[in-house]
């Protein structure tokens, strides 16, 4: 409480403590005393009693002080309690003992908004139409409120003071005796477009960002498996059966050159077919059989030129690679098709990484890639997606992407683990937008464009790829327009309830209200 309020209220209680006394001692002169407070004393003691405190004093205490208040003035927003209880009513009623409530109108009610606010009607007068004495105030014009250069504002309509979708071209109350809002040419402008006080525009925290062209790509980011390249992989092994007689000194993840050297066999089905070609030269039949049966060009080109055959035949490598598989064992028997060895080129390696159904649809095939191993944290090797598997996993839900990755130092190795990164978007620049400024309901997306000076106007777009904290807009905003990035949901709301407003009830023709009114229908 101010200084001065506390000064009126310890002044009105000695005023009062001297009534009393007076009275109390038999002093013949009261009703003189009292008649002299209340045309002197009670005027200089309200004068210095902040408004707002006003209707804390008793009725007839404000009826005598009225020179000195401010004229209470408006409609009556509601009656309450003449003792100053919160006990509050729409419409005039009597406390138990037979006293009437008090009338508030709308001058005496609480103020919410800044009076500074751009000169705007204080929030207690919000909603209630001027009376008719009210209209002719100085600065007033009939037919609407004037602006501080002395021009009317034009009323364009009035809306139900409960927000309900009925309108009326003339000032009317509703069933609980309110009066109807006045709705003010430039608060009211064609579409959704809302308008808001720069006040509460502050208040609400509401921000803007312009719409710019910008990059849109949201990477999709999966586990892998670094595998080997099916098409890299060789097995050595013979056609017929045979005995092993000798491995050379090569083992399981030795590095191995194409030609050289890994296994000697003896088969007598080979050594058979060695003879028929030494007994009858130039015969091809025998030089197809050897052919036929896996024996290298090399070795029927030596048999050919020595006119012998060996007991044993050399078996190589037919590319350079690692030894991924050893079996050859010295003095075993090995039947045909039997694995003798298995040669792996690791020169280019494949990363398999499951990508999830839900992103499958930004994925496509020459996209970059990066992954990093886990194995060499910090280094990164980039490729390309080259094929999507065309199936989906049923229990995971996921399809299978490879990837080619160049492995010159042999740092990939097979079953190791990957972080894979699949860079989704295209690299073009794009209208994009903050992805808080996107409203989406589940049926459309929605953006609150800025008009300036507090006009708002929601407007529909279609969105694209999401990325980066960023949404592609493919329609309805252009490069340079501002959005709203914050508060969007209420102005979205305020806007939603304009818009229900005007397609449930239009405003009714003044012809038509007119002719309800003298046909007995309720103003």
Do not use: C
Not at 194 to 203: C, D, E, I, L
Not at 231 to 254: C, F, K, L, Q, W
Not at 261 to 272: D, G, K, R, T
Not at 459 to 482: F, L, M
Request: aromatic share 6%.
């Amino acid at each position: 409480m101010s200084r001065s309020a506390w000064l009126a209220g310890t002044l009105a209680a000695f005023a009062a403590g001297g009534v009393g006394y007076v009275a109390g001692h038999g002093v013949p002169a009261v009703p003189a005393f009292v008649e002299r407070a209340r045309s002197e004393f009670v005027p200089a003691l309200v004068e210095r009693v902040p408004v707002r405190f006003a209707g804390w004093l008793p009725a007839d205490m404000g009826r005598a002080a009225a020179p000195a208040l401010a004229k209470a003035s408006g409609p009556v927003v509601y009656y309450q309690d003449p003792d100053g209880k919160p006990v509050y009513s729409a419409s005039m009623m009597a406390t138990e003992d037979g006293r009437e409530f008090r009338a508030v109108r709308a001058s005496e009610d609480v103020r919410f908004d800044d009076p500074e606010e751009g000169g705007a009607m204080p929030a207690n007068m919000a909603g209630h139409d001027m009376s008719k004495h009210d209209m002719a105030a100085p600065g007033m014009a009939q037919g609407g409120m004037a602006k501080p250069g002395g021009e009317a504002r034009k009323v364009l309509y009035y809306r139900n003071p409960m927000g309900l979708p009925d309108t009326s071209p003339v000032p009317k109350k509703d069933s609980m005796g309110m009066d109807y809002i006045p709705v003010y040419a430039g608060e009211d402008e064609g579409g959704n477009v809302v308008t808001v006080s720069p006040g509460k525009v502050q208040r609400t925290g509401v921000r803007t960002e312009t719409v710019d062209r910008r990059a849109v790509a949201q990477p999709v980011r999966v586990p892998g498996t670094v595998t080997l390249d099916e098409r890299r992989v060789t097995v050595i092994a013979t056609r017929s059966d045979a005995y092993v007689d000798h491995v050379e000194n090569v083992t399981t993840g030795d590095r191995v050159r194409k030609g050289q050297a890994l296994v000697h066999v003896y088969s007598p089905e080979i050594n058979a077919a060695a003879a028929q070609l030494i007994a009858n030269p130039g015969f091809d039949g025998a030089r197809r059989r050897l052919q036929n049966l896996n024996v290298s060009e090399a070795v029927i080109d030596e048999m050919e030129r020595t006119r012998k055959v060996p007991m044993a035949i050399t078996w190589s490598s037919a590319r350079d690679g690692i030894v991924l598989q050893r079996t050859a064992v010295e003095g075993m028997k090995a039947a045909a098709g039997d694995t003798l060895f298995r040669i792996g080129d690791i020169s280019t390696m494949w990363v398999l990484a499951d990508v999830p159904e839900r992103d499958l649809a930004t994925v496509r095939v020459g996209q970059s890639v990066t992954v990093r191993l886990r194995s060499a944290p910090g280094r990164t090797f980039a490729g390309k997606v080259s094929v999507i598997y065309p199936q989906v996993n049923p229990d995971t839900r996921a399809t299978r992407v490879r990837i080619e990755l160049p492995n010159p130092d042999g740092t990939l190795l097979p079953d190791m683990y990957a972080d894979v990164e699949i860079g989704t978007g295209d690299a073009k620049p794009v209208v994009a937008v903050p992805d808080d400024a996107v409203i989406d309901t589940g049926e459309r997306q929605v953006v609150l464009l800025d008009r300036g000076e507090g006009r708002f106007e929601p407007k529909e777009v279609k969105v694209g790829v999401r990325g980066e904290g960023y949404t592609e807009i493919r329609d309805g905003v252009s490069a340079g327009d501002r959005v709203v990035t914050a508060a969007n949901f209420l102005i979205d709301a305020e806007s939603n309830l304009k818009a229900a407003l005007q397609s449930l009830a239009a405003p009714k023709d003044a012809k038509d209200d007119r002719q309800a009114s003298n046909a007995g229908g309720k103003p």
